[in-house]
């Protein structure tokens, strides 16, 4: 029996996001391109969603898809469709001599997105919210709020 991952293409489930303009800020005039190659696969990882540091395409957990805050899922989106441009321009998107909250790709990642979360409207608070996950540390967590600019209390 086959209980192997389905996988399609970013556009094909994602309609519409090579004319968002933070998606568009990433990629330039290669959104559509890039994004009608990238491959996204739908798995049942525990988590959120990542991109594959082998072969760069999107791993996303089938259960954050269904369940996730809408929002959540959108910025997201943005954070690693940085890290897959990132990819594309060779950069080692797990280096391990970098904390998570310390390694370069991430922080760019992160700025971003927190970017967008401010456009959206997005209260200090509600992106502390964002950036806060389970397995990050308070002190990871302030470090890394700090870095992308967002104010901890
Ligand atoms: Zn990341």
């Not at 996204?40 to 269904?66: C, P, Q, R, T």
């Not at 990819?87 to 390694?103: A, I, N, Q, T």
């Not at 401010?118 to 397995?135: A, D, H, P, V």
């Amino acid at each position: 029996m086959s209980i192997g991952n389905s996988k399609i293409f970013f556009l094909e489930y994602f309609k519409g996001f090579d004319k968002v303009p933070a998606v568009q800020g990433i990629f330039g005039d290669k959104t559509t391109a890039v994004l009608s190659h990238l491959t996204v696969e739908f798995s049942w990882i525990n988590g959120y969603m990542y991109v594959d540091g082998a072969d760069g395409h999107l791993v996303i957990s089938k259960g954050y898809l269904s369940r996730g805050d809408r929002t959540d899922i959108y910025l997201d989106l943005i954070h690693e469709l940085c890290h897959v441009k990132q990819f594309m321009d060779g950069k080692e998107l797990f280096d391990p001599s970098y904390e998570y909250v310390d390694r370069p790709t991430e922080i760019e990642a992160y700025r971003y997105t927190v970017e967008e979360a401010r456009r959206l409207g997005l209260s200090e608070e509600r992106i502390r919210f964002y950036l806060k996950t389970e397995w990050m540390s308070d002190d990871d967590f302030q470090r890394l709020a700090k870095s992308v600019n967002v104010s901890v209390a």
